[in-house]
Structures are given as C-alpha cells and as structure tokens.
C-alpha cells in the first residue's frame, strides 16, 4: 500500500509500527457550531482510509477529537448566555448526527480536551523542564528555535518563518523570547473557563490538546496523523515539536493531509461565510450522496462543490444502488441449487475488478478509480446476471459489490427498518433481562437497537422509545 507522506513530499510504502496494527490520529473539529462540508471531507476520507486498512486486515486503533475549549466556542456562550460547555456537548451532539448520516464510524476514541488537561499540565511541564518552554506573565511558550527540526513537515525553514514577526508582535505578544515562539498555556481572561496550574488560572493552547490526546490514547509513536491541509502550519508543525522535543521519538510515521472543499474555487470556511452545513445539505440530498461526491475526487485535489456534481453524485450512486437492487430480485427470483459451471467462471471473472478497486485504494487511497472500477463491475453484474440465474450466484455477485461499497461507506442494500412489533418485542426481552439482574443482556439490547436508530429513553412511566 502506497500513501503520500506530507513530511517526505513522496508516496511510500505503508510499514506499521506493530505488524497489523495501525495507531491513526485524525485531528477534529472545534464545535461551536454545527459542522459544514468542508469539515465533512477530512471525516470521509480518512474513514474512508480506515476502512480500507481495516478490509486490509489491519486492526486500527481511531483517535479523533472535538476541541470542546476555544475562543470561538466562548464567544458563540457569551452571546447565547450559557456555559462553553452547553455550546461544545450541544455541537458534539449534532456533529455526532451527522456523521452517523455520512457513515463515518464512530472513532475508536473520540476524546475532549477538557477532559485531558491532566496530560496537558504534564507535557508542559516536561517541556519546561527539558528547557524546550518557558513561562512569561503566567503564559507558557514554546522555544521553536531549540527544536532544530521545526518545519520539517511544511518544509520551511526559519528564517522564512521571520516574515511573520511583525505581524505576532503587533498582537501583542512581544514578551515571548522570540517571534516564532508558540502557546502552550495561557491564563484566563475575565468570565472564560479556566483550570489550575502552577503558571496561571488558565486554558491550554490548542497544539499541545493534539499532542497530549494522541500520547494518552496511541502511545508516544503514531502510524499516522491526518487532517486538512491547513493545518500543516503551524498546528502539526507544532503538534510534532511539542511531541518530540517531550518523548524523544518520532511522532508520526505518515502525515496525510485532504486537499480543501471550495465554492467558486474558495475554500469553503465559516470566516468567509461561504459554506453549507452538513444539515443543510441533508434537508435536499441522503448523505450518501455527500460522500460518494467527496470520494468522486482524490483526497488530494481540490474539490469545487456545485449542485452539477452533486446530480452527477446522485445519478452515480443511484447506478450502483439499482444494480445491488435488481440483484436482491434475482436472489428471490434465482433458482435453487449450486451454481452451473457457467456461473462459476462469470463469478471468477468478478474478481478482476476487486483487483482494480484494490491497486486504485492501494494507490494512496484513488478512491476515485475506485469507483471507477465499481461502475466496470455494475455493468459486468448487469449483463452477466439474468433471469434464470441462480441464487446462490446473484447472491455472491452481490455480495462482492455491496463489500467494495462498505469499504468506501456507501450502503447499496438498504437493512430492513425494524418494524414497530419488532421495538416492542426487544424491549419487553431487554426488561426481562433487567429483572434476571442479566445487564449484560440488557445493555446488549440497547446497543442492538441503537444501531437500528432506535432511541430507549427509560421513564417512570416505563420505557419510551423513538426513532433518532
Ligand atoms: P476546524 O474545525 O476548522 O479545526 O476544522 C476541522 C477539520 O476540517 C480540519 O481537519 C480542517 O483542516 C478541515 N477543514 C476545514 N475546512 C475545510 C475545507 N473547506 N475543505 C477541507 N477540509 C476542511
Ligand atoms: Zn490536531
């Protein structure tokens, strides 16, 4: 497998650190409101990337995180009079949502970073102690001229980064040692969250969140690290710093960074107020759409959102969907018994397009000629696959494209929706596991149903239950 590694500017050949183990930390959105498609591009792609190592037989280990303490988040509580805290749980919720509507998994870990300030706390001060940070006016700063590799990975080098200066000092931070220093702690300002530290009430940075979050979950060595390309400076930069000048050790392995989502060749960002959210989009279109547009282009280039390629989108995806389709009526229709020998070779020749879906993923991810390679098979099974065929080979024929589906997270054969005896059924099973003291069961239940989008709420009154 061969993936483009931002610090090596190069494609390579993907070695994990632990054979069949991939340790992968995707940096994730500040929620202070609800996320747009921009956002939505890194979540695709690099499940998408999951997946794949995961079909690969790779068992991988998600970390990705929601910056639930910032400027913005404090700002949207001030306007609204509640906590930063009612504004991140809110958010995470919805992003929650929406990212169940995209199917991207739900990350292995999906730590906040108010719950990690501990590790936090520590790293910097470690860092102060290594004489790689010091404090000014309850400030901590990084020293980035004594980390001599500092701007290996956006490939600049310091004195370029010098330009900058004039720009930092006027923000008035001309206390630090020297311009290209960078926050690890700060101290509160009035009516702004705050934790205790031995340099000031205060809030950490944002870089050092990343760093901490990905040691405590993914250990001291990482295989990747991912994120849009934006934030290769200065977050990772710093995020690789601050990580190795405190462990010793590489950080990461393999950098990946998706190329932006623009409107009329603009990145889409909500400073410049040109985005859709994921929501708004799902009021018009199913976020499938959504994704097999994202998966339409290389994570690499950049991609134009417009309603055209969200129709070609539609009409792409509805072909693959019609075929799965008309493959459940052949498996009802199909004969029974095993299959002819005739079957057997047009099954076999099957396999020639998984091979290509596969040296297109095996190329840093090209799910476009993926795709591509799943609309040869489409028109392969439609001409293949006839009337009098037999079950058991519609049954594999679909089989295989519904597996490459599920690899890019495209859901071409629908499960039946539980019907509302079924709800009724499992939950008078989930109340008698409860009474047993069977909670394992019980939770189990629970879980069962989630996963079919049902919601128990456990009242008084009894169990209520919706569907999400
Ligand atoms: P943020 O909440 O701004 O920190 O962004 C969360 C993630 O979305 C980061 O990985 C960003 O690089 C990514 N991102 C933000 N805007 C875009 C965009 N227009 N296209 C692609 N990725 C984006
Ligand atoms: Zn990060």
Not at 358 to 369: C, G, L, P
Not at 389 to 398: D, L, S
Not at 399 to 419: A, M, N, P, S, Y
Not at 447 to 458: C, F, K, M, S, Y
């Amino acid at each position: 497998m061969q993936v483009y590694n931002t610090l090596t500017k190069k494609k390579e050949t993907f070695v994990p650190l632990e054979e069949g183990k991939v340790r992968m930390y995707v940096c994730g959105p500040t929620v202070y409101n609800f996320i747009h498609i921009g956002n939505a591009r890194p979540m695709i792609v690099f499940d998408t990337v999951r997946r794949y190592m995961e079909y690969k037989g790779y068992e991988v280990n998600y970390v990705s995180n929601f910056t639930d303490v910032d400027d913005k988040i404090i700002k949207k509580a001030l306007e609204e009079g509640v906590s930063s805290q009612e504004i991140s749980q809110r958010y995470i919720e919805e992003c929650k949502k929406d990212m169940s509507m995209m199917n991207v998994k739900p990350a292995t870990t999906h730590p906040l970073a108010t719950q990690e300030i501990g590790g936090m706390l520590d790293m910097i001060q470690t860092l102060i102690e290594k004489g790689y940070a010091y404090e000014v006016n309850g400030t901590v700063y990084f020293r980035t001229r004594k980390f001599a590799p500092y701007g290996k990975l956006s490939h600049k080098n310091l004195d370029d980064l010098r330009g900058g200066e004039r720009v930092l000092l006027v923000s008035g931070e001309d206390e630090k040692e020297d311009p290209l220093d960078f926050v690890l702690w700060k101290p509160k300002k009035e009516g702004e969250p705050y934790w205790e530290s031995s340099w000031s009430q205060g809030r950490p940075g944002w870089h050092i969140e990343c760093s901490v979050m990905s040691k405590k979950y993914l250990g001291e060595q990482i295989d990747i690290h991912a994120g849009g390309e934006d934030l290769v400076f200065p977050h990772h930069e710093n995020e690789i710093a601050q990580s190795e000048a405190c462990n010793g050790k590489e950080f990461a392995r393999y950098w990946l960074h998706n190329a932006f989502l623009n409107i009329d060749n603009k990145k889409m960002s909500k400073s410049l107020g040109n985005f859709f959210t994921v929501r708004e989009i799902s009021e018009k279109y199913d976020l499938q759409v959504l994704r097999f547009f994202m998966l339409s282009a290389h994570y690499r280039s950049p991609l134009n959102f417009s309603a055209q390629l969200m129709e070609a989108s539609k009409n792409g995806l509805e072909r693959l969907v019609t075929t799965a389709d008309n493959l459940t009526y052949r498996k009802e229709q199909g004969a029974d018994g095993p299959m002819t020998e005739e079957e057997e070779k047009l099954f076999a020749a099957t396999k020639a397009y998984v091979e290509k879906f596969e040296e297109a993923m095996d190329d840093d991810f090209n799910t476009a000629d993926a795709i591509a390679a799943m609309f040869e098979l489409v028109k392969y099974l439609n001409t293949n696959v006839n009337e009098g065929c037999t079950k058991v080979f519609a049954e594999k024929c679909q089989e295989r494209l519904v597996k490459l589906g599920d690899i890019l997270g495209l859901i071409l054969v629908k499960e039946k929706e539980l019907l509302d005896e079924d709800v009724e059924h499992l939950i008078a099973e989930r109340q008698a596991a409860r009474k047993a003291k069977d909670f394992a069961r019980a939770d189990e239940i629970r879980a069962q149903l989630l996963d079919q989008g049902i919601v128990l709420e456990d009242t008084r009154e009894g169990v209520k239950w919706k569907r999400a």
